[in-house]
T-cell receptor, first 113, second 118 residues
Framework: EAQVTQNPRYLITVTGKKLTVTCSQN?????MSWYRQDPGLGLRQIYY???????DKGDVPEGYKVSRKEKRNFPLILESPSPNQTSLYFC????????????FGPGTRLTVL | AQKITQTQPGMFVQEKEAVTLDCTYD???????LFWYKQPSSGEMIFLIY??????QNATEGRYSLNFQKARKSANLVISASQLGDSAMYFC???????????????FGRGTQLTVWP
């Protein structure tokens, strides 16, 4: 089944404790991206990747890191999480940057205390 | 800068009636794609419909249609024959498909919460 998976789905952590949210797709997609969703703000792009080893900042990259060492995986790293990073996070992928379909993962609900 | 505006924070519609959710956008790119997504209370993002700026005809997918008016920069979603299961948050989004820094990026509006009542 074609899908984007994220882990963990729910996470409660404390300020400053490094964490990684994994994202994996099984569709050989070139383009992958991370979004955060906050009430009243819609979804905002954190980072995106056009292909392996090609990543760039989105609209809200502060406090986050990413890497794209393999085509299927695009982990989101929070080196020192803070309470303002409490949010719902989505990973998404598409075959190409111009594709008319983007597949979303199920979301990761992160709470930073 | 790319911008998506959804001016209706909440909408209410009776079951079996049609409803229009508004979306306007702003871009200087000559070509772009427009999406609508549904997010039920369970949280997942469900793709509904896509319209390319170059498409001559308005997109339709079952009960969903996209009323695309390029000159007015609007891309309203029309849901016909509303069902109780349509109650959800709806997001309009625009994707850069031209070259440059917006290529591939998806820009979202703030969403409209639709409630369908019996």
């Amino acid at each position: 089944e074609a899908q984007v998976t994220q882990n963990p789905r729910y996470l409660i952590t404390v300020t400053g404790k490094k964490l990684t949210v994994t994202c994996s797709q099984n569709m050989n997609h070139e383009y992958m991206s991370w979004y955060r969703q906050d009430p009243g703000l819609g979804l905002r792009q954190i980072y995106y990747s056009m292909n392996v080893e090609v990543t760039d900042k989105g609209d809200v990259p502060e406090g986050y890191k990413v890497s794209r060492k393999e085509k299927r995986n695009f982990p989101l790293i929070l080196e020192s999480p803070s309470p303002n990073q409490t949010s719902l996070y989505f990973c998404a992928s598409s075959l190409r940057p111009r594709a008319d379909t983007q597949y979303f993962g199920p979301g990761t609900r992160l709470t930073v205390l | 800068a790319q911008k998506i505006t959804q001016t209706q924070p909440g909408m209410f519609v009776q079951e079996k009636e049609a409803v229009t959710l508004d979306c306007t956008y702003d871009t200087s790119d000559p070509s772009y794609g427009l999406f609508w997504y549904k997010q039920p209370s369970s949280g997942e993002m469900i793709f509904l419909i896509y319209q390319g700026s170059y498409d001559q005809q308005n997109a339709t997918e079952g009960r969903y249609s996209l009323n695309f008016q390029k000159a007015r920069k609007s891309a309203n979603l029309v849901i016909s024959a509303s069902q109780l299961g349509d109650s959800a948050m709806y997001f309009c989004a625009m994707r850069g498909i031209y070259r440059g820094s917006t290529l591939g990026r998806l820009y979202f509006g703030r969403g409209t919460q639709l409630t369908v009542w019996p």
